[in-house]
C-alpha cells in the first residue's frame, strides 16, 4: 500500500516541550503548497471518506489520537498517529477515514496541491471503478 511513516525530527527542552519540524523536499518529498488542520472534533468524530487522484499529503497529530484507515480497493489497513513526532505520508488513489479517539485531537496536514474538489472521489463505488480503470490504462 503507498504509504510510508516519517519520524518528524524533534528537539526536546529539559523544560520548556518539544519543537517537531519538516521541510520540503528534504524530509518529506513534496513541494508544500497548502497546510490545513482539523480541530473541535470529539471522541468518535468520523471524516474523511474520500481518496485524492493526483494529491499528495503529510498527516501527523500534535495533540491526541486520529486514527488513519487506508484501503486500495485491495484491502485495508488501520494506522494510529498520536505522536507530534510521526507524520504519515500518503500517495494518490487511496481511500481513507479518519476516525478521533480523543476529544479534540488535531490532524494537521501538509499538502503538494492548492485545493481542488475536481482532484476528490467521493463515492466508494466511483474510487472502486477509478482504481479499476488506471490498472486497464497501465
Ligand atoms: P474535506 O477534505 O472533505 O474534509 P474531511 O475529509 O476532513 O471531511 O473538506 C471539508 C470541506 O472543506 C469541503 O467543503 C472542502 C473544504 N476545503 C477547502 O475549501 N479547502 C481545503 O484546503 C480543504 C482541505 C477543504
Given at each position: 500500500?503507498?504509504?510510508?511513516?516519517?519520524?518528524?525530527?524533534s528537539?526536546?527542552?529539559?523544560?520548556?516541550?518539544?519543537?517537531?519540524?519538516?521541510?520540503?523536499?528534504?524530509?518529506?518529498?513534496?513541494?508544500?503548497?497548502?497546510?490545513?488542520y482539523?480541530?473541535?472534533?470529539?471522541?468518535?468524530?468520523?471524516?474523511?471518506?474520500?481518496?485524492?487522484?493526483?494529491?499528495r499529503?503529510?498527516?501527523?497529530?500534535?495533540?491526541?489520537?486520529?486514527?488513519?484507515?487506508?484501503?486500495?480497493?485491495?484491502?485495508?489497513?488501520?494506522?494510529?498517529?498520536?505522536?507530534?513526532?510521526?507524520?504519515l505520508?500518503?500517495e494518490?488513489?487511496?481511500?481513507r477515514?479518519?476516525?478521533?479517539?480523543?476529544?479534540?485531537?488535531?490532524?494537521?496536514?501538509?499538502a503538494?496541491?492548492y485545493?481542488?474538489?475536481?482532484?476528490?472521489?467521493?463515492?466508494f463505488?466511483?474510487?472502486?471503478?477509478?482504481?479499476?480503470?488506471?490498472?486497464?490504462?497501465?
Open positions: 500500500m503507498q504509504y510510508s511513516l516519517i519520524t518528524i525530527k528537539i526536546k527542552s529539559e523544560a520548556n516541550g518539544t519543537l517537531s519540524f519538516f521541510e520540503s523536499n528534504t524530509d518529506i518529498p513534496f513541494d508544500v503548497k497548502r497546510v490545513y482539523i480541530s473541535g472534533v470529539l471522541n468518535g468524530g468520523h471524516r474523511g471518506a474520500h481518496a485524492h487522484k493526483t494529491l499529503q503529510f498527516l501527523f497529530c500534535p495533540y491526541g489520537a486520529v486514527e488513519v484507515i487506508l484501503n486500495d480497493s485491495k484491502c485495508s489497513e488501520s494506522i494510529h498517529l498520536s505522536s507530534p513526532s510521526t507524520g505520508l500518503l494518490p488513489g487511496l481511500w477515514d479518519m476516525l478521533w479517539h480523543e476529544d479534540n485531537s488535531v490532524l494537521c496536514v501538509a503538494s496541491e485545493y481542488d474538489e475536481k482532484d476528490y472521489i467521493r463515492s463505488e466511483e474510487y472502486l471503478q477509478y482504481i479499476e480503470n488506471t490498472a486497464e490504462d497501465n
